[in-house]
Nanobody, 118 residues
Framework: QAQLVESGGGLVQSGGSLRLSCVAS????????AGWYRQAPGKERERVAQ????????NYADSVKGRFTVSRDNSKNTMYLQMNNLRPEDTAAYFC???????????WGQGTQVTVSS
């Protein structure tokens, strides 16, 4: 059974850093594109960062460019999101997503909360 588990969220002051991890099990993670999304209360879920299956291609939402870095280690079935210079507006639940298309399926983690205090 496919499962994605996020960790690393928490409470941090504005300007601080956190690193989120997403560990996949039950799937061949290296065959999936993947990404991080976030959802703040009362707002729609938005894509924060994407990474292709090999890690050679990434892209970011404009709001996090230059501050967040997505990476992956397929040998560990893990994806990371390094978040630097955090701002209060980054406060949200962060979710990881694995996208294998119609053939392999798409999966979501349960989310990890990030709270940035001013």
């Amino acid at each position: 059974q496919a499962q994605l588990v996020e960790s690393g969220g928490g409470l941090v002051q504005s300007g601080g850093s956190l690193r989120l991890s997403c560990v996949a099990s039950g799937i061949s993670f290296g065959r999936y594109g993947a990404g991080w999304y976030r959802q703040a209360p009362g707002k729609e879920r938005e894509r924060v960062a994407q990474i292709n299956w090999s890690g050679s291609d990434t892209n970011y939402a404009d709001s996090v460019k230059g501050r967040f870095t997505v990476s992956r280690d397929n040998s560990k079935n893990t994806m990371y999101l390094q978040m630097n210079n955090l701002r209060p507006e980054d406060t949200a639940a962060y979710f990881c997503h694995a996208d294998g298309g119609l053939l392999l399926g798409r999966y979501w983690g349960q989310g990890t909360q990030v709270t940035v205090s001013s």
